[in-house]
């Protein structure tokens, strides 16, 4: 049977558990578990199956189950050698974003850069976004139309995806693959978008009305206050004109025509 190289890698996080997967392989491969932040070794419990298919091609799967000090801050990183390739996946913790927002999404890459290889985001697995061509450190870059409105185009290959503007349709898993003349990285991450909190808004507006609710009682009771200070002198005062205008009434006319200027 002729060779078959490492195709396709699925990384996927449920619960306390990551997989790894791929399909289709011959010889049997390999596959090996790492972290980054590094962990101890002996934290990595992995249960890993390689078995042949009905078409005599290798399907292999692992399981790692989260222990120690082991958590979703790391990046889980799976390797599976093939005779004739290798191919690596990483999974990241998910990113949160409101909508509305913006939003930057790294990518892995290989440890030593090489001059030429090829970078590919894909919303899931078969929409593309982005593709970045780099020939000799020079770089060329392809944006899909539908993403042209969320995409920020000051690409570098080591800089990430930068979307905004971001709608609720836009959640879900992103993928971003390395190419390169010896290996493939991949790199999910999983994005999450959250509708703009309408609570704060709420609060700030009951605040507000209770503010000036309570200025409001706080004026009328000075000026009622005022009032019957200036009423209670009128009465002590000797009324030389009895056609003169209440001391009440001459301040309520005073507001009003303040009011009304």
């Known amino acids: 049977?002729?060779?078959?190289?490492?195709?396709?890698?699925?990384?996927?996080?449920?619960?306390?558990?990551?997989?790894?997967?791929?399909?289709?392989?011959?010889?049997?491969?390999?596959?090996?578990?790492?972290?980054?932040?590094?962990?101890?070794?002996?934290?990595?419990?992995?249960?890993?199956?390689a078995q042949k298919n009905k078409y005599g091609f290798y399907d292999i799967q692992s399981s790692l189950r989260l222990t120690g000090n082991i958590t979703t801050n790391h990046t889980y990183v799976c390797s599976i050698t093939?005779?004739?390739?290798?191919?690596?996946?990483?999974?990241?913790?998910?990113?949160?974003?409101?909508?509305?927002?913006s939003v930057k999404i790294s990518c892995s890459l290989p440890r030593t850069v090489p001059q030429s290889f090829n970078v590919t985001w894909r919303f899931g697995r078969s929409h593309p976004i982005v593709s970045i061509s780099v020939v000799d450190h020079r770089s060329q870059a392809k944006v899909w139309d539908q993403w042209k409105p969320h995409v920020i185009t000051n690409f570098s290959a080591s800089g990430g995806l930068h979307l905004h503007s971001l709608k609720s349709e836009h959640q879900g898993a992103y993928t971003c693959e390395v190419n390169t003349p010896e290996e493939m990285y991949v790199t999910w991450t999983d994005v999450t978008v959250t509708e703009e909190s309408k609570?704060?808004?709420?609060?700030?507006?009951?605040?507000?009305?209770?503010?000036?609710?309570?200025?409001?009682?706080?004026?009328?009771?000075?000026?009622?206050?005022?009032?019957?200070?200036?009423?209670?002198?009128?009465?002590?005062?000797?009324?030389?004109?009895?056609?003169?205008?209440s001391l009440t009434e001459a301040v309520f006319m005073g507001l009003m025509c303040r009011i009304y200027h």
């Open 1 to 49: 049977m002729n060779k078959a190289p490492v195709r396709e890698i699925d990384i996927d996080f449920s619960g306390d558990v990551v997989t790894c997967a791929a399909e289709g392989i011959f010889p049997a491969p390999t596959l090996t578990w790492s972290t980054d932040p590094p962990a101890d070794a002996q934290l990595l419990q992995n249960k890993t199956k």
């Open 82 to 101: 093939s005779d004739s390739n290798r191919k690596t996946a990483f999974l990241k913790a998910s990113v949160l974003a409101s909508a509305g927002s």
């Open 199 to 245: 609570t704060f808004t709420y609060i700030t507006v009951i605040a507000g009305l209770s503010y000036f609710l309570f200025l409001s009682y706080v004026t009328l009771g000075i000026l009622g206050y005022r009032i019957r200070q200036l009423e209670s002198a009128r009465r002590q005062e000797e009324q030389t004109d009895g056609t003169s205008v």
